[in-house]
């Protein structure tokens, strides 16, 4: 975050703090609660197990025996079996359907849109909106962000005055997301009448009518379809439309749900001098994301993921957490959006909260063992205990962190204790494309893949953090061993990456 003291502009690092030193409890018995509210189909695993066992060892003369018995007992016989029907059509109605990812595509903007470090400072200078301190700081700012020479931005920015219109920011609603779309239904085969459910994420461009209703008339979608536009949410909006998409796929069988993430950046670029508003016209890029999703046993087999667990969290209880990302004018009128200084130590009590509800459902038994006799013994003995840090390396194999910046990489690889090959997708990813707001996490997935490594059973962890302020958490299991899906947005150029970043 930034300073400013006497005229001069000071740049301060902040760290997120280290959360797995501190736990609170209600989170750690949140996640337990998950882990209980499924014991009892659990438990009937070994039962269903030793029954099968029992019934196995029954010889042809048994079963005669026993028919003989019954014929004999015959309100017992029908009492049995309306138990064994009743019984089964309770778990048949109850229990979850699996969700599965068929397959999504990233957004490729034209190489027309492309922005350097000198293009974006020089067309900052001839915009004349900022003044000499404001394209000091934005310079600084892009040097040590992380992003590459490669990242996007929309065409009315490119243009010399700029022209954020309704009409500019429709069309780059458009293209972004019928981009996406178009390449999904080209890959998937399958007809955009047949999807039940839509949810589109996008946080600062909510026009009349909605994101929602222009794909819905773009691609003339049945007329009884279920469709809902997520707006204001940030960053992690995206894993909230997952978690949305997922709820409605319980609900309604057999049916196809598509879920689009984006961000709309024509609108809501800053020009005006406050620091703190100027951060997001650095780290901010064009991108979006498109995910087709079904309920259907038969997807199965052509799928690549299948959905495990979302874990949402919220703090938005707390003043300073719903302030710390918050969309407003400046002195001037000017409107953009406002980063506060205790924005790192914000995400870090969200991703406390988010990781500590998520380890039970996650981790192996004996991380968590050691975790919790740990955090017990705090608790009851002696408070300057050390909690034992989950190896959560142990529950995953890919790490899916939103490239919201480079300081907030670099701080989780840190606190997860995570390798550089762990947070190589994120750190490439913002290199490439910048933040692209809750979309990131799905140009991540795509740079794993592109490097084939992907395995079935692999499991992966998506996530984001955003305004509000949330933490949202996604977990995805592969089914085979997946390869990058066609027209992904690495395939010209991921033999160049991973590149060597300056520090």
Wanted: contains cysteine; glycine residues 6%; positive net charge.
């Amino acid at each position: 975050m930034e300073a400013v003291n006497g005229g001069s502009v000071q740049i301060q690092t902040r760290k997120l703090p280290n959360f797995l030193q501190s736990v609170n409890m209600k989170y750690v018995k949140l996640g337990y609660h998950y882990l209980i509210t499924h014991l009892f189909k659990l438990c009937l695993v070994p039962l269903m197990a030793v029954l099968c066992t029992e019934i196995s060892r029954l010889t042809p003369q048994d079963l005669y025996q026993l028919w003989l018995h019954l014929q004999y007992n015959l309100v017992a016989f029908i009492f049995l079996s309306a138990l064994g029907v009743i019984g089964s059509t309770v778990f048949i109605m109850t229990r979850p359907r699996s969700v599965y990812l068929v397959d999504y595509s990233c957004y490729l903007p034209p190489a027309s849109l492309q922005v350097k470090y000198q293009k974006f400072m020089d067309h900052s200078k001839l915009i004349e909106d900022f003044n000499e301190s404001s394209l000091e700081f934005q310079r600084k700012i892009l040097e040590r962000s992380g992003l590459g020479e490669e990242t996007y931005l929309p065409e009315a920015l490119h243009c010399i005055p700029p022209s954020p219109t309704m009409v500019a920011a429709r069309e780059e609603a458009e293209q972004v997301m019928f981009g996406a779309l178009d390449k999904l239904f080209e890959n998937t085969e399958i007809n955009p009448r047949d999807i039940g459910v839509l949810v589109v994420n996008c946080s600062l461009f909510n026009p009349t009518p909605s994101l929602s209703a222009m794909i819905v008339n773009k691609y003339k979608l049945r007329g009884n379809i279920k469709s809902f536009n997520l707006g204001g949410m940030g960053c992690s909006a995206g894993v909230i439309a997952i978690d949305l998409a997922k709820d409605m796929l319980q609900v309604h069988r057999s049916t196809y749900g598509v879920v689009v993430s984006t961000e709309n950046i024509t609108q809501n670029w800053y020009f005006g001098n406050k620091k703190a508003m100027l951060i997001p016209n650095c780290l901010f890029r064009v991108g979006g994301s498109a995910i087709l999703l079904s309920n259907k046993g038969k997807d199965r087999r052509r799928s690549k993921y299948k959905l495990v667990h979302t874990v949402r969290t919220h703090k938005g209880a707390d003043e300073k957490a719903f302030n710390c990302v918050y969309q407003e004018q400046d002195e001037n009128g000017k409107t953009g959006v406002s980063l506060s200084k205790d924005l790192m130590a914000i995400a870090g009590e969200a991703l406390k909260a988010n990781i500590t509800t998520l380890g039970p459902l996650v981790l192996p038994i004996s991380e968590q063992i050691l975790f919790f006799a740990t955090l017990v013994a705090k608790k009851l003995f002696n408070s300057k205990l050390k909690p034992y840090i989950p190896d959560f390396k142990l529950a995953f194999d890919h790490f899916c962190i939103h490239a919201g910046g480079r300081a907030v990489i670099d701080e989780l690889e840190k606190n997860l204790q995570l390798s550089e090959r762990h947070v190589e997708a994120s750190r490439m990813t913002l290199h490439r494309f910048g933040n692209t707001s809750s979309s990131s996490i799905w140009y991540e997935l795509a740079y794993i893949e592109a490097k084939g490594r992907m395995k079935k059973g692999n499991r992966v962890w998506q996530i984001a953090f955003g305004s509000g302020f949330k933490c949202n958490s996604a977990v995805w299991v592969a089914l085979h061993n997946v390869k990058p899906s066609v027209s992904s947005p690495w395939e010209h150029c991921i033999d160049r990456y991973p590149v060597k970043l300056e520090l």
